[in-house]
């Protein structure tokens, strides 16, 4: 795993830190703003919050790893999360094309990447 890339993803994990990254993933693009992995869990538990009691346990779950995240030595870090993500493969228009979009990649996939976003226009 690239060092660099890892400084990057745990200031997000431990201070909140955000930046604009671009990654190469087996020659797709994923273009986002990092969050930590507390952020993402907590979004990815309300998104659950409302619908019937499937839904509300695996909200409960989600929310409860989102504590043991906070709680966690976040020194082996295995994942990156991106918030406002679009992941482009090809010519084709990126995924999402709008809205928000929350994306979570493991750290070893990454090829390369580089800082800013790309947009399509």
Do not use: C
């Not at 043991?68 to 020194?75: F, G, I, L, M, R």
Request: hydrophobic share 35%; net charge negative.
């Amino acid at each position: 795993m690239d060092d660099l890339l890892m400084t990057y993803v745990k200031a997000a994990n431990q201070h909140g830190f955000s930046l604009d990254i671009t990654l190469n993933i087996n020659g797709a693009l994923v273009t986002g703003t990092t969050v930590s992995a507390q952020k993402y869990l907590d979004s990815a538990s309300q998104s659950f919050e409302g619908g019937n009691d499937v839904s509300k346990q695996i909200s409960e779950k989600l929310s409860e790893a989102s504590q043991n995240a906070e709680d966690q030595n976040q020194e082996d870090v295995s994942y990156i999360h991106l918030k406002n993500a679009q992941v482009y493969n090809g010519d084709s228009s990126p995924t999402p094309a709008e809205g928000q979009f929350f994306w979570r990649g493991r750290m070893d996939q990454v090829d390369g990447f580089f800082l800013g976003r790309i947009a399509s226009e």
